[in-house]
């Protein structure tokens, strides 16, 4: 079997990568209305919806969906991941502090303020749908 490398040669890029979420109508709300991405894919699918967003400078770029979290092992991965402070999902900003006070102005609670690390500067954000967040930015 081949293998893939990233070489350069191929142009392998991510698509999609999820977060699972309490309440998707909820989530929607924080990540539309407070982080500003933009809704992409909003279909019913029973009880639950094939819900996503992107960035409104890449519509078509990488898709965050947000995924219903009802799975018991979903829960026992994110409890985990929690109780030990490891953020879900790392997103890229262009300036951590400015982004940090915007959130801060508009309620979001940080486990961790902006730190400074070596090239990178990353903060952490409950998104108060079961989730840590990290802003980060690599100089």
Not at 65 to 93: C, M, N, W
Not at 94 to 122: I, W
Request: charged share 25%.
């Amino acid at each position: 079997m081949a293998q893939a490398r990233c070489t350069g040669e191929h142009s392998t890029k991510i698509h999609r990568t999820s977060v699972f979420v309490d309440d998707q109508a909820k989530a929607l709300r924080f990540y539309t209305d407070v982080l500003g991405f933009m809704k992409k894919h909003d279909i019913p699918l029973g009880e639950d919806r094939w819900l996503s967003v992107v960035s409104p400078e890449a519509p078509d770029g990488t898709e965050l969906p947000l995924e219903p979290s009802g799975h018991p092992a979903v829960r026992q991965y994110r409890t985990a991941l929690a109780k030990d402070g490891i953020p879900a999902a790392p997103f890229a900003v262009d300036d951590v502090q400015a982004e940090f006070n915007r959130l801060r102005e508009r309620g979001v609670y940080f486990t961790q303020e902006p730190l400074e690390m070596d090239t990178n500067t990353t903060a952490v954000l409950d998104d108060t749908c079961g989730n840590l967040i990290q802003l980060i930015h690599v100089k």
